[in-house]
């Protein structure tokens, strides 16, 4: 055992992405995704071990530090890992099943043995790395059966455990054929945490549901006492397990880091500006290249708003980024045709030459130059059917908080609950997404003190609640949790 380590964290993914070439060398990038954007700075701030997937088949590098502090600890998948445990049981059964089934989930029971062997392989990795009594924060839905195995390896460490998708309500979650496991092995932290409160209100509803096949007694859970602001020192609903311990449930809004933020540089902002054209107002969309994002919805209603008229293809341009993600999975690659082929149209019937209406990349971006794109945006479109918080909207507002621009934000999206200056939308609904286009162009234009005020609303917000707020008050919350009850 590696005595070093007593703050670790274990995510399905490191915070690099590693491609192996023909001729064995390799090399690294920053790996897609909200839960690297949350994690890299708590990590470097304790100069942590973070234990996960460098992004590769059958070969990872030894362990190393990064330029900023961080220990990567790689554990190797194989390629049947990657099909059974990632591509499979977490991205095409708990995925789908946790976004309220906006495709419907397999449920294949190979898939569901890759992902317990899986999960054993990243808990004997922590178990390697982990000093006697450390602080264990387990990450995500990929690796929902680690903190019941850890508890078992380890009964030493502090466990905490992180959801960063929705926790869906109960009815749906009781579809899954191993839900008495899931349960247990979440319930092998000390502490669990979720976004939202009804997220954390559906674990604790769900447990009472199938406790007695999870084989835990549920204590009276307390009003769960969620941040809504600064640091939670204290959770307030708690599950008491068969063998009598207790597990804390909370509701921790992730956020980003505000700290690190740096302005665009001006001169980039206006030489893309020159490029689109100087057009009166610049829509963006962020996202990875997924299903639950909403990306043709919002495409559809840009394009219908230039079919009305309501928007001229000569004042307004639409800037789409779409992050390659989980490229293998027939509903991505079904959405990648649906959203390139709706761009290739628009363009078709609303562009000319030198002058499309969309710009679109399929690529990930450097931060600097999503600064770029953030700061020449006048509004942003977030527009998930489903997402657990989503930090692209939060990441647009903080890049304006001198209260200019507009955000149209799904309902659905986590985020809803904190940035209460947006125009909220129904992604499931096009004439809603349009309204709210409609009405942020309208505001900005002829309401501007108004816009400004919403803005200012959903900076400030963003600027108290960091990704500081969230990591402290997790980890404090973790420190006192685990007592017998
Ligand atoms: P998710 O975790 O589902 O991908 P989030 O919105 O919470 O969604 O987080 C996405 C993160 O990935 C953000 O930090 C965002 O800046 C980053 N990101 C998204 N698209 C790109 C891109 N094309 N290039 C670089 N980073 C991106
Ligand atoms: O935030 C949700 C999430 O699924 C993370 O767990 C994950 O790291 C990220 O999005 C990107 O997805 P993937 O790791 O499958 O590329």
Redesign the pocket.
Same mark, same amino acid.
């Given at each position: 055992m590696d005595d070093s380590n007593s703050f670790v964290v274990v995510a399905n993914r490191l915070p690099v992405d590693m491609s192996v070439h023909p001729d064995g060398t390799y090399s690294i990038s920053?790996s897609?995704?909200?839960?690297?954007?949350?994690l890299s700075p708590v990590l470097e701030k304790h100069r942590g071990c973070w234990v996960g997937w460098p992004g590769t088949v059958d070969v990872a590098p030894e362990p190393f530090r990064t330029e900023t502090g961080v220990l990567l600890h790689p554990v190797v998948l194989t390629a049947n890992d990657f099909e059974g445990f990632y591509e499979g049981f977490s991205n095409a059964t708990l995925w789908p099943l946790f976004h309220d089934l906006i495709v419907t989930p397999t449920y294949n029971t190979e898939w569901w043995q890759a992902f317990r062997e899986v999960n054993l392989k990243f808990a004997q990795a922590v178990s390697e790395v982990s000093a006697h009594g450390a602080t264990v924060w387990v990450q995500d839905y990929q690796l929902l059966l680690v903190p019941g195995i850890l508890r078992q390896m380890r009964p030493d460490l502090k466990i905490g455990f992180f959801l960063? /998708?929705p926790f869906p309500s109960p009815d749906l979650f009781r579809q899954l054929p191993w839900r008495e496991e899931i349960v247990r092995g979440m319930l092998g932290a000390d502490l669990l945490g979720f976004h939202l409160v009804q997220n954390a209100e559906n674990f604790l509803a769900l447990t009472q549901q199938v406790a007695g096949a999870a084989g835990s007694h549920v204590g009276q859970p307390n009003t769960l006492n969620v941040s809504g602001g600064a640091l939670v020192r204290e959770v307030g609903a708690h599950v008491t397990t068969a063998d009598g311990r207790r597990v804390g449930v909370g509701a921790f809004p992730i956020s /980003?880091d505000v700290e690190a933020f740096e302005r665009a540089s001006t001169s980039k902002v206006s030489e893309l500006l020159t490029t689109l054209g100087s057009p009166d107002t610049v829509f963006l969309g962020?996202?990875?290249l997924?299903y639950?994002?909403g990306i043709l919805q919002r495409l559809l209603a840009f394009e219908e708003l230039l079919e009305s008229g309501a928007l001229d293809p000569e004042k307004a341009v639409f800037l789409q980024?779409?992050?390659p993600?989980r490229e293998r999975i027939e509903h991505y690659r079904v959405s990648r045709s649906q959203v390139e082929e709706a761009v290739g149209r628009i363009n078709g019937r609303f562009g000319r030459m030198g002058h499309p209406v969309v710009h679109y990349?399929h690529?990930?971006?450097?931060?600097a130059d999503?600064q770029v794109l953030y700061a020449v945006a006048d509004v942003m479109l977030v527009t998930p059917f489903k997402?657990?918080?989503?930090?692209?909207?939060k990441?647009f507002v903080a890049n304006h908080r001198d209260g200019s621009g507009a955000l149209v934000l799904s309902e659905f999206a986590g985020a809803a609950v904190e940035l209460t200056g947006a125009y909220l939308c129904n992604p499931f609904d096009v004439e809603s997404i349009k309204r709210q286009m409609v009405a942020a162009v309208h505001d900005l234009e002829h309401n501007p003190a108004s816009a400004r005020s919403r803005m200012i609303t959903n900076s400030e917000q963003v600027y108290t609640h960091d990704v500081n707020v969230w990591a402290n008050s997790f980890l404090t919350c973790l420190a006192d949790a685990g007592e017998d009850s």
């Amino acid at each position: 055992m590696d005595d070093s380590n007593s703050f670790v964290v274990v995510a399905n993914r490191l915070p690099v992405d590693m491609s192996v070439h023909p001729d064995g060398t390799y090399s690294i990038s920053p790996s897609p995704g909200g839960l690297v954007t949350g994690l890299s700075p708590v990590l470097e701030k304790h100069r942590g071990c973070w234990v996960g997937w460098p992004g590769t088949v059958d070969v990872a590098p030894e362990p190393f530090r990064t330029e900023t502090g961080v220990l990567l600890h790689p554990v190797v998948l194989t390629a049947n890992d990657f099909e059974g445990f990632y591509e499979g049981f977490s991205n095409a059964t708990l995925w789908p099943l946790f976004h309220d089934l906006i495709v419907t989930p397999t449920y294949n029971t190979e898939w569901w043995q890759a992902f317990r062997e899986v999960n054993l392989k990243f808990a004997q990795a922590v178990s390697e790395v982990s000093a006697h009594g450390a602080t264990v924060w387990v990450q995500d839905y990929q690796l929902l059966l680690v903190p019941g195995i850890l508890r078992q390896m380890r009964p030493d460490l502090k466990i905490g455990f992180f959801l960063h /998708i929705p926790f869906p309500s109960p009815d749906l979650f009781r579809q899954l054929p191993w839900r008495e496991e899931i349960v247990r092995g979440m319930l092998g932290a000390d502490l669990l945490g979720f976004h939202l409160v009804q997220n954390a209100e559906n674990f604790l509803a769900l447990t009472q549901q199938v406790a007695g096949a999870a084989g835990s007694h549920v204590g009276q859970p307390n009003t769960l006492n969620v941040s809504g602001g600064a640091l939670v020192r204290e959770v307030g609903a708690h599950v008491t397990t068969a063998d009598g311990r207790r597990v804390g449930v909370g509701a921790f809004p992730i956020s /980003i880091d505000v700290e690190a933020f740096e302005r665009a540089s001006t001169s980039k902002v206006s030489e893309l500006l020159t490029t689109l054209g100087s057009p009166d107002t610049v829509f963006l969309g962020v996202d990875r290249l997924d299903y639950t994002k909403g990306i043709l919805q919002r495409l559809l209603a840009f394009e219908e708003l230039l079919e009305s008229g309501a928007l001229d293809p000569e004042k307004a341009v639409f800037l789409q980024v779409a992050t390659p993600s989980r490229e293998r999975i027939e509903h991505y690659r079904v959405s990648r045709s649906q959203v390139e082929e709706a761009v290739g149209r628009i363009n078709g019937r609303f562009g000319r030459m030198g002058h499309p209406v969309v710009h679109y990349l399929h690529r990930s971006l450097s931060k600097a130059d999503l600064q770029v794109l953030y700061a020449v945006a006048d509004v942003m479109l977030v527009t998930p059917f489903k997402d657990g918080m989503n930090l692209v909207a939060k990441e647009f507002v903080a890049n304006h908080r001198d209260g200019s621009g507009a955000l149209v934000l799904s309902e659905f999206a986590g985020a809803a609950v904190e940035l209460t200056g947006a125009y909220l939308c129904n992604p499931f609904d096009v004439e809603s997404i349009k309204r709210q286009m409609v009405a942020a162009v309208h505001d900005l234009e002829h309401n501007p003190a108004s816009a400004r005020s919403r803005m200012i609303t959903n900076s400030e917000q963003v600027y108290t609640h960091d990704v500081n707020v969230w990591a402290n008050s997790f980890l404090t919350c973790l420190a006192d949790a685990g007592e017998d009850s």
